[in-house]
């Protein structure tokens, strides 16, 4: 992945971040949208030979661009391209202040109290701001050792977050079987789980027993947590992990997706004891296990904590699903039964 980047431009008076609207004169941000659009064209023009040769995408229209991302020069203005890399020469337009003279604030830009402080921006703000780096997946190691946690039930808005704290600090992953029920009420955790680079598997919208249901009703309950799903975090769940780990025929055949048991069941939600978990865990952990736990319970998440830095120490890679059965050329295929490697 390459490294992403993006500016940020204060005020450093009142320390408010400046959109580009701020140092534009009142109605005259329109006027802006319009010589950006005629230097792109001029700019596509004298590229667009080079971009066909070297088979780069240019980013051609106003819409690819983030206003707000924009970089004040001494006689310019530089503006950046939604998706871009620092690696593109591509992701930038810089537009001569002479043809923005007119429609920017004087306020901001003469020799007066605020042109200070707006050089200040430039000097310091603008140089300032670290690239936004997005990390790096580390690549999991084939030979070494590896172990997928899953969590049941939840999410739970806080016990979710603290166990993605601390799969982070362990450079760890794991996978979150959520119910759709719960899951919509907390979408901003399961966005939080699909940016820590954990998985998000169906465990159906109301943890009903699917073997019970008729295959319209089984379809109901997988893709209502699909739409979920996505709806939070605009990618679909691909595995199934069926309530209780009930599984027939019909559920085979309807849910068309990889059902996904455990071969390590700590019994965390009978127990309600982290010790017990964590031994459970620690005691029968093998390389490609796949752990049972639910992230409901306070004693669950102290115990997924304590098991995520004691895994860690001994060497296992704490990796999602996906990432288990694909490091050990494991095909996931759709309406089969797996609990482990
Ligand atoms: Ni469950």
């Known amino acids: 992945m390459q490294n992403k980047f993006k500016n940020y431009n204060f005020n450093l ?35 667009s ?53 007119k429609y920017i604030n004087v306020n901001v830009l003469n020799n007066n109290t605020s042109f200070q402080k707006s050089q200040n921006i ?14 790096k997946q580390n690549a999991i190691n084939k030979n070494q050792k590896m172990i997928a946690l899953t969590f049941d039930d939840g999410p739970h808005p806080i016990y979710t977050q603290e166990i993605l704290n601390a799969l982070s600090a362990a450079n760890g992953h794991a996978t979150f079987f959520v119910v759709g029920n719960n899951a919509s009420k907390y979408p901003k955790i399961l966005k939080n789980i699909i940016a820590q680079g954990s998985q998000i598997g169906n465990h159906s919208l109301t943890h009903t027993q699917l073997t019970k249901l ?33 599984v027939n025929q019909t559920v085979q055949s309807t849910t068309k997706q990889p059902l996904i048991l455990w071969n390590i069941d700590t019994l965390d939600w009978k127990t ?36 995520i830095d004691i895994l860690s ?29």
């Not at 430039?122 to 780096?133: L, S």
């Not at 736990?293 to 997924?304: G, Q, V």
């Open 49 to 101: 030979q080079t971009s066909k040769n070297e088979n780069v995408n240019l980013a051609s229209t106003l819409k690819d661009y983030d206003l707000n991302d924009f970089l004040l020069k001494n006689n310019s203005i530089c503006f950046y391209t939604k998706n871009k890399s620092e690696l593109s020469l591509l992701n930038k337009l810089e537009i001569p202040m002479r043809d923005l003279n």
């Open 122 to 135: 430039i000097e310091k703000a603008i140089p300032a701001p670290e690239p936004v780096i997005i990390p």
């Open 214 to 246: 008729n295959a319209n009703k089984i379809n109901e309950e997988i893709n209502g947590t699909r739409d979920i799903v996505y709806k939070a975090t605009k990618t679909y769940p691909d595995i199934i992990r069926p309530p209780y780990g009930s």
């Open 313 to 341: 120490k001994k060497g296992y890679q704490l990796v999602t699903i996906s990432e288990l059965f694909s490091t050990k050329n494991k095909e996931l295929k759709p309406g089969m039964v797996y609990t482990g490697i």
């Open 13 to 47: 008076k009142t320390g408010e971040l400046l959109k580009f609207s701020d140092i534009c004169n009142e109605n005259k941000y329109g006027d802006v949208e319009k010589i950006i659009e005629t230097n792109l064209k001029k700019v596509e023009d004298t590229t």
């Open 272 to 307: 309600r004891d982290k010790q017990k978990t964590i031994n459970s865990v620690i005691s029968n952990a093998k390389d490609g296990s796949i752990v049972l736990m639910h992230d409901l319970y306070p004693t669950s998440k102290d115990a997924a904590v304590s098991i």
